[in-house]
Every structure is written in C-alpha cells, then in structure tokens.
C-alpha cells in the first residue's frame, strides 16, 4: 500500500446544482479511465459546520502511482469534467499525495 | 465495502510543529484503538495553495461501522489525542461519512 497515490477532494457544492449527476459522471470517470485503481465518495450529513468548514462530500481517487494520477488528471475525460466540475462548485480543496499507510485492514 | 466509514481530516499545522511527532501519536492511536480498521495519511508538497486552500496534511480512517467510529471518537485515548492535536493546527476541516464504494480495487 505505501506506494499508492491519491487524490483527494472536498467539495461545497452550488444550491442549485443536482449533486446525483455529478456524483454519476464521477463514477462513469472512474470506470472509463483504468488508471483509477479505486474511487469512494461520501456525503457529511450531521457534523458541526464548525468542523466541517461547510464542505459536505468527500471524493478520495486512489492511485498505483504518481504516474497513474498523471495518466488520469491529463485525460481528456478528466479535463472535461474538470471544466463542468468548476461551474458546480462553491468552493473546494484539492490534495494529492503519496499514500502512507499506517495500519491495513487484516486480511 | 459499502458500509465502511470514514473520519477525514484535512490540516495546516502551526509553522513550529513538529509534525512527525504528531503523525507518530496518531499512528500509535490508530494501533491503539481496534476498531480503527486502517489508516492512511499523506502530505501534498506540490499542488497549488490555489487548489489546498493552504491545507498540507490529510488523514484517512477507515471504520467497518460508524457505530465503530462513534467507539474511536469517544475512546479516552483519541479525547486526550484531540486536545493535544487542537493546539497545534492551524487549521483544518473534518468530514465523517458512510463510504460509497464506486469502484474498488481488482481483487
């Protein structure tokens, strides 16, 4: 697991925005670029603003590589929905690191 | 995969921290306390602040239940981490959700 690469993103999105379509164009991203190793998603529904800043889904991209991250963020799929994704949002972070994996589900 | 949880954590640190230490105290948390089921960390050196809105630092744990999670969260030991871990960040946004697994790694 130590090596692997992910790309993580929180997202506020826009009042008026249909999250389940995003959240379906995500997930046909995922699936049509086979450098993404594995994709999860969630949505915060009961934390305290405080803590959550007002962000309310999580997207986390993992990745056997640097490289693999690349192959994908340069994708023209990628680049496309990136474009769509940027008209939905209110506000988001954006962090991709090498992976460290401190303890690993017992197999 | 479908009913895992998890306890996200984006962080700036304060500019004297040591933060290795800090990583090694959530490490040793994480080992501490079973219910954690695994644990990953990783630092962004890269991105633009544009994109991490300043954040350095994400920690992802993974829990088979929220039910496990609400164990972890009240556990003495992740109380006293948390008190500790308030005073040394400068900021840092949590989100905690059941995860939706799209797609999962080829077995």
């Given at each position: 697991m130590a090596d692997e690469f992910k790309h993580l993103v929180l997202v506020k999105f826009?009042?008026?925005?249909?999250v389940e379509d995003i959240l379906k164009q995500l997930e046909k991203l995922a699936h049509e670029i086979?450098?993404?190793?594995s994709f999860v998603w969630g949505k915060?529904?009961?934390?305290h603003e405080m803590l959550t800043?007002?962000?309310t889904h999580a997207m986390i991209m993992t990745f056997n590589s640097k490289e693999d991250y690349n192959t994908f963020a340069s994708h023209p799929n990628h680049v496309e929905f990136s474009a769509t994704f940027a008209t939905v949002i209110e506000k988001a972070v954006l962090l991709d690191f090498p992976a460290i994996s401190v303890k690993a589900p017992a197999k």
């Open positions: 826009k009042e008026d925005v249909v086979d450098v993404v190793k915060d529904g009961e934390s800043q007002g962000f």
